[in-house]
């Protein structure tokens, strides 16, 4: 699996029983404290692995400096990393650093899956439920994070929810049979639902109201702190998306990138009772059912208010 699906990794088949499952991950801190931002960045990158139903084996730092902000901050970064990675139960087995202007951290990781049991974004079915893992709102909250309308303490949540690692999810998501899994970031919910659903006249209907977001996260909307990638995933995305009645706000955050967000699984209809528990025993971030999939009407995915 390469460049042709929308996928979370790449996978190439070693042998009959054995495939690598390889991504890489790394972008601009997002909270002030360098052993978070280490602890996101690799919960983050180690993510794509769990969204493939991969396991994790080994990581690479790659890690962006600008010299005058000296060792120390970098040597926390990837220490909060290295952490992370070795809950994960994986390695990290080296790296490489630039000099740049401004910090950029990250990794690319390398796991393991048995060929025929990754987990793809595409195989959802109609009738199947639309479940997320983790609520929304990162991108707007570290926008306010970083103009001081937020102290780091009011975003606690949303960072616990950061860097929890997507393991306890992928492990519920295999235990109740889900049929289709991805992870979501940059592209915010809408696009990522939208990368599930491909061109063969699958759609999803999402209940705009049965979507949990971190505690401030529309608030923060409302004083305009939506960064400018929700507006670019609403330009590139919205041509699909009928949400009539829908508030703007709430729209928005719907489109609002994610940093380590959780999964979002096509799981089959009969299995809810078990999936939502299985989920929230596994997933200290908890499980929600947002809406379900569906054949196409007028539009590949329609948000009900
Ligand atoms: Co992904
Ligand atoms: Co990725
Ligand atoms: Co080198």
Known sequence: MGLETPDDAAVFRLSEDLALVQTLDFFTPIVDDPFTFGQIAAANAL??????????????NILCWPCELGSEAAVEILRGGAEKVREAGAAVVGGHTVEDKEPKFGMAVTGLVRPGEELTAAGARPGDLLVLTKPLG??????????????????????EGMRLLNAGAARAARKVGARACTDVTGFGLLGHLLNMLGEEGLGCLVEASSVPFYPRTLEMAAMGMVPAGAHNNRLFYGGDVKAEGVDELLLCALFDPQTSGGL???????EEEEALEVLKRENPAGAWVIGSFRERGDAKVVVLP
């Open 264 to 270: 979002l699984l096509a799981v089959p209809p009969q």
């Open 47 to 60: 993510s794509d692995i769990y969204a493939m139903g991969g396991r994790p084996i080994t990581a690479l």
């Open 138 to 159: 990162t991108g707007i909250l570290a926008t306010a994070l970083k103009g001081d309308f937020l102290t780091a303490a009011e975003v606690e949540e949303a960072v």
